[in-house]
């Protein structure tokens, strides 16, 4: 297994979006393993909602029949932001190729992520399609024809939008916690 599809987020929470990114990575011919990666905290927010405990669990919930799944909890454990750069370069020790999973929602701060420059030219970007969010050609699109946001939701909380495995858990925790938006 010499390539990888890494899916990074905060996934707070993970949502039936998220699942239908993993199905159209599955299509790639050429991606041996999808690794999805939650962030400890998101080095663009100040706060999660859901612990990051509680979201690796609940990825490797939803995830657990899947053997070309890896939930990895490399940044949790690092317990504090983790720049993108810094996951690519722990994973190219055991890796050869890694296409790099964005939202589309993040072109806009791409050229913000630490060592950018460097980043571009050790990834293959994969950019998940979002609405009214036009793909410069340079960047590989996924299209997914789910549109929702995990922001969305803590706004609304909607149990049909959450992954069937454990939507009852994920949706009773944010709405015991009243987690809304920064």
């Known amino acids: 297994m010499d390539t990888i599809a890494l899916f990074g987020g905060s996934f707070d929470p993970p949502h039936i979006g998220h699942e239908a990114v ?3 990575l599955k299509k790639f011919k050429d991606i041996d393993k999808i690794i999805i990666m939650p962030t400890f905290l998101n080095p663009f ?3 999660f ?3 990051a405990h509680l979201r690796v669990e609940w990825l490797k919930e939803i995830f657990c029949d899947d ?4 939930i990895s909890d490399f940044e949790v454990l690092q317990k504090r932001q983790v720049p993108t750069i810094e996951t690519v370069e722990h994973l190219l020790e055991s890796y050869k190729k890694i ?3 964005i939202g589309a ?3 806009s701060k791409l050229h913000l992520w630490k060592s950018y420059d ?3 030219n050790l990834v293959t970007f994969v950019v998940v399609s979002r609405e009214n969010i036009e793909i410069p050609k340079e960047f590989f699109t996924l299209h997914v024809a789910v549109d929702i946001s995990s922001t969305q939701l803590r706004e609304k909380m909607e149990i049909s939008k959450l992954p069937k495995k454990c939507a009852t858990q994920i949706y009773n925790f944010y709405k015991e916690n009243n987690c809304k938006t920064e």
Do not use: C, F, I, T
């Not at 053997?67 to 890896?70: F, H, P, S, T």
């Open 67 to 70: 053997e070309d799944v890896v």
């Open 22 to 24: 993993v199905r159209a």
């Open 45 to 47: 927010k100040s706060s």
């Open 105 to 107: 929602d993040n072109l």
């Open 118 to 120: 460097k980043l571009k």
């Open 49 to 51: 909602h859901a612990p």
């Open 99 to 101: 296409y790099l999973v």
